[in-house]
T-cell receptor, first 114, second 114 residues
Framework: AQKITQTQPGMFVQEKEAVTLDCTYD???????LFWYKQPSSGEMIFLIY??????QNATEGRYSLNFQKARKSANLVISASQLGDSAMYFC???????????FGAGTTVTVRA | EAGVAQSPRYKIIEKRQSVAFWCNPI?????LYWYQQILGQGPKLLIQ????????DSQLPKDRFSAERLKGVDSTLKIQPAKLEDSAVYLC????????????FGSGTQLSVL
């Protein structure tokens, strides 16, 4: 079974600054995918970024980058140049390559201050 | 491309009543998921369909919850009878069904059981 841990329940960040959201995971599967989703107050889950366990380079998507440390089982999300619209709940999720079940962490609330 | 459609958006019922939620996934997506998200927590998978067959329903409380996927397209999730602890947002998601594909989520149905 997979376990995803997000230890930061809430974070504040100043507009235009960077913020790092922590995520650690535990799995015995040799191949897996890591995902980050954003959930604004409207409730919809928005896909942000994906990292495969065998990818050699850290994933980047615009202002989002993933700091993937496989040996430490860590997949931290970095949001650069924060904007007010980044205020939301952020979830780390993982799925083994041998099935389609996506398991989520408890989430981190990010509040961007002007 | 149309997204995942869910209805209703909100539902308020009394305990012991019945309720049903509907989901229309993205056209052509083979895999459909129902997640339960209790306030302040990450989504928890209830059931996963591959076409019209159930892949995983290990966390579905089968004494009161049921789900079906008609002709491998639309899906309905039912709760009968509802309990207070069923108050949550019910998220539907779909994916093409290939390895490590991201999930596309609907806006969810917010259920309040009084």
């Amino acid at each position: 079974a997979q376990k995803i841990t997000q230890t930061q329940p809430g974070m504040f960040v100043q507009e235009k600054e960077a913020v790092t959201l922590d995520c650690t995971y535990d799995t015995s599967d040799p191949s897996y995918g890591l995902f980050w989703y954003k959930q604004p107050s409207s409730g919809e889950m928005i896909f942000l970024i994906y990292q495969g366990s065998y990818d050699q380079q850290n994933a980047t998507e615009g202002r989002y980058s993933l700091n993937f440390q496989k040996a430490r089982k860590s997949a931290n999300l970095v949001i650069s140049a924060s904007q007010l619209g980044d205020s939301a709940m952020y979830f780390c999720a993982m799925r083994p390559s041998n099935d389609y079940k996506l398991s989520f962490g408890a989430g981190t609330t990010v509040t961007v201050r002007a | 491309e149309a997204g995942v459609a869910q209805s209703p958006r909100y539902k308020i019922i009394e305990k012991r009543q019945s309720v049903a939620f509907w989901c229309n996934p993205i056209s052509g997506h083979a895999t459909l998921y129902w997640y339960q998200q209790i306030l302040g927590q990450g989504p928890k998978l209830l059931i996963q369909f591959q076409n019209n067959g159930v892949v995983d329903d290990s966390q579905l409380p089968k004494d009161r919850f049921s789900a079906e996927r008609l002709k491998g397209v639309d899906s309905t999730l039912k709760i009968q009878p509802a309990k207070l602890e069923d108050s949550a947002v019910y998220l539907c998601a779909s994916s093409p069904g290939t390895e490590n594909e991201k999930l596309f989520f609907g806006s969810g149905t917010q259920l309040s059981v009084l």
